[in-house]
């Protein structure tokens, strides 16, 4: 687990720090829209951006002002600070509006703090809508995106260079599903927060090196025959933009609980849907990163989304589903609520919080909900097991 650790704690990574040694470009992205394969068929290492080792707030204030989303706050910090001095290229995607301004601000603060705007600078748009003339949209968005990365890096990206990255990611995906079916297991043999330790790490390092990690990283787990579920409630994360393992810790370190499953936009989304390797490589790219609307930014699919929480949470056996948002985040602050009452409905307990994006100064206030929360699963499991 060392390197999916690493991978996952870290804004430069050990992973990332051997690939820029050996010369070769690194291009940061903000959103699970922008699809990776595009930069491992030129051989650039897309890294998902971050904003952990965040100190404080002073650049993200001044540009974003306060009430504002603490993410994409956190990224523009870092890069003010110069943590991000090591990429060769960032894709901002509007992924939200915060996201959006994202853009404007990186740009504006390079007036400020000289070299933190990388050379190549890209805004890559992405439609809400799924159907036929938003997938059209996207699909030209896509080529725009490839005709830029040849034209600033010099390299061709051939669509058979485009299909051998799509086949090299499904392999992750089939891999992924074989963690999403483990963890599913009456008996649970690893941990959530090892397992969004893994999916995190997926976002940042090169791609055939995780697939080779994850592969014996499951090998080793197939092996193992101690129950970490014993005694506890198995609990799913769903929410906002996440990618701390302390989130998951804090859950954890209870010990009333493990994680099975989660629906976040770092962890496990797509295992099991893999893209079609053949056809045009471009165009099963968008059906497949357009098509499966998992992000509450996409209009008029809630339903889906409901549905496939639904199918998850009786795959993995929940008991009960943590729901997160970040302070100001409209989408998933809307949809959790929508969530919360619907699966109420359904018997299924909820929990909803609000937080910061960062370090946990709040980790006491959400202690106690978690703790209350994980009591009122085990109340309700006594008085079904006394009415049986």
């Excluded at 509006?97 to 890209?122: Q, S, T």
């Excluded at 729901?323 to 949809?335: K, S, T, V």
Aim: hydrophobic share 40%.
């Amino acid at each position: 687990m060392q390197i999916f650790h690493d991978a996952a704690t870290r804004v430069y990574c050990q992973a990332i720090a051997d690939w820029k040694t050996a010369g070769k470009p690194v291009v940061g992205y903000t959103c699970s829209y922008t699809p990776a394969e595009i930069f491992h068929a030129a051989d650039i290492l897309p890294v998902r951006l971050r904003g952990i080792e965040t100190e404080g707030m002073e650049v993200g204030d001044t540009y974003f002002g306060p009430f504002i989303c603490s993410f994409p706050k956190c990224i523009l910090q870092l890069a003010g600070k110069g943590k991000f001095s090591f990429l060769d290229g960032a894709i901002i995607t509007p992924g939200c509006d915060g996201m959006r301004r994202l853009d404007e601000c990186w740009r504006k603060a390079g007036e400020d703090y000289e070299g933190i705007v990388p050379d190549y600078f890209y805004y890559f748009d992405v439609p809400h809508k799924a159907e036929d003339h938003g997938l059209a949209w996207y699909i030209e968005e896509v080529r725009l995106l490839i005709k830029s990365i040849e034209d600033h890096f010099g390299v061709t990206i051939t669509n058979e260079k485009m299909s051998a990255a799509i086949s090299e990611f499904n392999k992750g995906r089939r891999l992924l599903q074989e963690l999403e079916d483990l963890r599913a297991e009456d008996e649970v043999v690893v941990s959530g927060t090892d397992v969004f330790a893994a999916t995190v790490a997926g976002t940042v390092m090169p791609r055939d090196a995780y697939t080779a990690s994850l592969k014996k990283w499951l090998t080793t787990l197939k092996k193992r025959k101690t129950d970490l579920s014993e005694g506890k409630a198995r609990v799913m994360v769903v929410g906002s933009v996440s990618d701390e393992i302390d989130l998951f810790q804090l859950i954890e370190d209870t010990g009333k609980a493990i994680v099975v499953a989660e629906n976040l936009c770092f962890g496990i989304r797509y295992e099991g849907n893999e893209i079609k390797e053949d056809g045009d490589p471009v165009e099963s790219l968008a059906a497949h990163y357009l098509g499966s609307s998992v992000c509450p930014r996409m209009f008029g699919r809630y339903q889906d989304r409901l549905n496939m929480l639904k199918e998850r949470i009786a795959r993995s056996k929940v008991e009960g589903l943590i729901m997160q948002n970040i302070r100001f985040c409209d989408l998933h602050g809307a949809e959790n609520a929508l969530f919360e009452r619907d699966l109420e409905a359904l018997g299924i307990p909820c929990l909803r919080v609000e937080r910061e994006y960062g370090p946990h100064i709040d980790a006491g206030r959400m202690k106690l909900r978690i703790n209350a929360f994980l009591e009122r699963i085990a109340s309700t499991s006594r008085q079904m097991a006394n009415a049986l």
